[in-house]
T-cell receptor
């Protein structure tokens, strides 16, 4: 079973920030938080990952709480093309083998509206 | 650099027929994966290959076989297709020490 809990759906106005929450209360000390998204039945696309510090890249920011039991993915200026299902996944460090496997839940369907 | 490619894109089978889904990556990745995705669900891992020459079962392996033909290619075979195997199948790969799993475009399979 997925180790994360996400709301099934969210709406966001175009141009506004989209904040997608994720609970991972059983996360272990060496497990990372990953975010992927899937646009309309395409293959999932990696967005960002983090261990305990906040992270930012060209696509998004990831805010992880100090106790690491929850996190928030932030899309700073959502566009219509950001409409997708967003998956929050907890995964151990990857050295080859099963610990590299991703366990997908149902994710959050984000709808960006004009 | 094509990334991860899958063939075919679409396939319709009758119950009991067999077929092989092909996957190839050109990123020199060690690990490759096969997932299935049913409507409204997240992806579920069928089989994976941590490195060339090894394969292991994932969450839902029944009814499938895999072959890691070489470092580039990882195929998924349905020996006797069943309607319950109607799904979208995704192949993915990742390199040792890499954080990102790269996915192919998917194969949409319908079994009637």
């Amino acid at each position: 079973d997925a180790k994360t809990t996400q709301p099934p759906s969210m709406d966001c106005a175009e141009g506004r920030a989209a904040n997608l929450p994720c609970n991972h209360s059983t996360i272990s000390g060496n497990e990372y938080v990953y975010w992927y998204r899937q646009i309309h039945s395409q293959g999932p696309q990696y967005i960002i990952h983090g261990l305990k510090n906040n992270e930012t890249n060209e696509m998004a920011s990831l805010i992880i709480t100090e106790d690491r039991k929850s996190s928030t993915l932030i899309l700073p200026h959502a566009t219509l093309r950001d409409t997708a299902v967003y998956y929050c996944i907890v995964r151990g460090p990857y050295y080859g083998g099963s610990q590299g496997n991703l366990i997908f839940g149902k994710g959050t369907k984000l709808s960006v509206k004009p | 650099n094509a990334g991860v490619t899958q063939t075919p894109k679409f396939q319709v089978l009758k119950t009991g027929q067999s077929m092989t889904l092909q996957c190839a990556q050109d990123m020199n990745h060690n690990s490759m994966y096969w997932y299935r995705q049913d409507p409204g669900m997240g992806l579920r891992l069928i089989y994976y290959s941590a490195s060339e020459g090894t394969t292991d079962k994932g969450e839902v392996p029944n009814g499938y076989n895999v072959s890691r033909l070489n470092k580039r290619e990882f195929s998924l075979r349905l020996e006797s297709a069943a309607p319950s195997q109607t799904s979208v199948y995704f192949c993915a790969s990742t390199g040792r020490g890499d954080y990102e799993q790269y996915f192919g475009p998917g194969t949409r399979l319908t079994v009637t």
